[in-house]
């Protein structure tokens, strides 16, 4: 025993020199901190204390039971060791409660062995230093724990703690016999004034479903927060936890088997929703980037109907709807004003079409595309699982969150629109405008961010009407419709030209690809290059309006409010942001940082074809029909001299050109 006591004591020192000699800056500023009563954390590098030290390093993965109260107890000692030099500073003093906290990232317990999925944990990882990834689900309460209990002998005064176990609920069971080796005494008292109290929280964690494969259910792991950690997470966000596994025994329910439930010791939580996106561009991707639109640079929208081309490419044509799809899923600069306003950046889109127009293949895809996504259909969504539920855990209620929590800064994609049901629906209107959810339920009231875009798919009620207005072919709600940026319209019309070109394109899918065009950006671009390029421009480019952008949007936007008697629930002020954010989407869908009167254009064409009655172009069509042009660019040019005619505002430009000239 005392043997073991001696070993402890240098193990003890060699962490407390680690501490010193590499964690000097944090013990100073928690010396120098004024509440003594505060437990403060205590940031360690696991890979540095694998370089400095393997066989103290080894000690603490394998055994982190005994080893990290160990290395609690040495950062005291080693605050006492440099306390000498603060001694004169007021407020100055040793703080018994410190927490060593160990940050695995970057070391060799980053493997699949220690990092395993949720769904993989067995009883193998028992008792090692174990990290999990996943979602915040669910967070409960923060409690108070007894941390400890003194007792003190009756016979021979021998003093001893006894602690709680995670095992049996946290309960301190009372000592069955004294712990010094002379006395057999089994009468104890409690030393009253020694009490330690913890906070303590739990919460519970479920891996991310988009590295499951089809079919397989999310598993969820419960994970016990203590001291520091406590309320640093909520639901929704996304988390890394290094901590110890243990179990506990279910709750004691009447005829219900009580069985051991695997359970976290957290002893670090690295929140990631700042590094939400798990996508890594390397340089040379960026160089590739800008060589393409160097290339492209006379022919600007050639190279964006290229990207584009790789939007879905199993579907043919649809040009518009890859536009809306791709502008939806880069979004617009979010703008907050000076007393905390916020407008939103985030677009979204609602496909309306009759059956097998693919509306569900752009969900899916775009699911794809986006690096956080949630996908639910109508009909199995309420209102709660939406938003959030109230659950009721041992006998007190939690909040558990729903999609579009999940989603948050992410995508989340609704199928079946129209069939849910019209107070689940409204729970939307919320999220989709103001991006946040307000909850008063079972006595907890309290919001949470959605920052989501949202894209619905659903069929129209019946025959599609041209001549009725959209609320009514949808059985949506003009406020519904109105938060929507872009809503398309896919009708199966006959058309014998373009059903022979599309049962053409099928076939030829049908044949066996040749060839792997996977990083030659002139061919199709793949999948993980548009999410790439995607995820670059949203955050690399923040597009600015200029003079004749907004002079154009403005335009378009007071003919719009002069002419819809029929859409009256589409032209709001809504609608002139909706055009704001396009334009800015798709000056960074085109690699730059000012919206041009090209991307102002751009945006009323996609408004435009998402209107029944249009203002402007009579001759819009069909969105299903559309198809990419093989002159895009000529193409353009007859479309802008068109719509500027239309806004009577053409003799204007015509001056500014001048002028500037």
């Known amino acids: 025993m005392e043997v073991a006591t001696e070993n402890d004591d240098g193990r003890g020192k060699e962490m407390a020199g680690f501490l010193i000699k590499h964690n000097l800056g944090q013990l100073r500023s928690i010396i ?10 205590l940031h360690v590098d696991f890979a540095e204390l694998m370089d400095d030290n393997p066989s103290l390093s080894h000690l603490i993965f394998s055994q982190p039971t005994e080893y990290l109260p160990l290395f609690d107890e040495s950062a005291v000692w080693a605050q006492k060791v440099i306390f000498e030099d603060f001694k004169k500073m007021e407020n100055a003093s040793v703080k018994a409660y410190v927490h060593v906290r160990i940050n695995v990232c970057g070391s060799p317990l980053e493997c699949p062995e220690t990092f395993p999925s949720i769904g993989r944990v067995r009883v193998k990882h028992r008792g090692i230093l174990l990290t999990l990834k996943g979602t915040v689900i669910r967070s409960g309460a923060v409690k108070m724990i007894e941390g400890q209990k003194i007792y003190e002998c009756r016979v021979c005064k021998h003093r001893f703690k006894v602690y709680p176990e995670v095992e049996t609920r946290n309960s301190i069971s009372r000592p069955t016999f004294c712990p010094s080796q002379s006395c057999e005494s089994t009468r104890f008292q409690i030393v009253e004034d020694k009490k330690i109290c913890h906070d303590y929280q ?49 709750s004691d329910m009447k005829d219900v088997r009580c069985d051991l439930d695997p359970v976290l010791v957290a002893n670090y939580v690295r929140r990631m929703n700042e590094l939400k996106s798990d996508i890594d561009i390397p340089e040379d991707i960026i160089m590739k980037f800008k060589q393409f639109w160097s290339d492209f640079k006379d022919t600007p929208l050639k190279g964006r109907n290229a990207i584009l081309r790789g939007i879905c490419p199993q579907v043919f044509g649809l040009f518009t709807v890859k536009l809306a799809v791709a502008l939806t899923l880069i979004g617009g600069v979010q703008h907050v004003d000076a007393s905390g306003t916020k407008v939103r950046g985030e677009s979204h889109l609602l496909l309306v079409g009759d059956p097998g127009t693919g509306k569900s293949q752009f969900l899916k895809f775009a699911a794809k595309l986006s690096n956080r996504s949630v ?21 007190e209620w939690m909040l558990e969150a729903g999609a579009l929590v999940l989603a948050d800064g992410g995508l989340c994609c609704i199928d079946e629109f129209d069939s849910m049901r019209e107070h689940d629906r409204a729970t939307i209107h919320e999220a989709m405008e103001q991006q946040t959810i307000s ?11 959605t920052r989501t875009i949202v894209f619905g798919a659903t069929n129209p009620k019946g025959q599609y009407d041209p001549d009725q207005p959209l609320s009514v072919n949808t059985t949506l709600s003009g406020p519904l419709l109105s938060r929507f940026d872009i809503v398309l319209v896919l009708l199966d019309t006959k058309n014998p030209q ?21 990083d030659n950006l002139n061919d199709i671009w793949s999948l993980t290059m548009l999410r790439r390029y995607i995820h670059f421009v949203k955050g690399y480019f923040k597009p600015v309006l200029t003079k004749e952008a907004e002079k154009v949007i403005s335009s378009y936007y007071q003919l719009q409010r002069r ?23 798709h000056a960074r869908l085109m690699f730059r940082n ?10 009323i064409l996609c408004i435009e074809s998402s209107m029944t009655t249009s203002a402007i172009v009579d001759s819009v069509g069909n969105a299903l029909h559309s198809n990419f042009t093989d002159n895009p660019d000529q193409e353009y040019a007859k479309q802008e001299k068109l719509i500027l005619e239309k806004l009577s505002c053409i003799d204007d430009f015509l001056v500014i050109n001048i002028t500037e000239g």
């Open 498 to 518: 373009w059903d022979a070109v599309v049962s053409t394109h099928i076939l030829s899918e049908a044949e066996e690809r040749k060839g792997n065009h996977d």
């Open 375 to 395: 996908i639910t259909t109508g009909l199995g969504s309420t209102s709660a699982g939406l938003t959030v539920t109230a659950v009721k855990d041992g006998g």
């Open 32 to 41: 120098l901190s004024s509440d003594s009563r505060l437990h403060y954390p």
């Open 202 to 250: 739990e919460i519970k964690i479920q891996e991310s479903t988009q590295l499951l494969g089809v079919g397989a259910i999310p598993r969820s792991i419960p994970v016990i927060l203590k001291d520091d950690l406590v309320d640093i997470v909520k639901a929704g966000d996304d988390v890394i936890v290094t901590g110890v596994l243990t179990a506990k025994w279910s």
């Open 594 to 603: 000012e919206v041009t009167r090209l991307d102002a254009i751009t945006a």
């Open 563 to 585: 002419s819809a008697t029929q859409n009256a629930a589409r032209t709001t002020v809504r609608m002139l942001e909706s055009l704001i954010r396009l334009a800015q989407a």
């Open 439 to 449: 909850v008063a339920k079972a006595g907890l009231v309290t919001t949470l961010s």
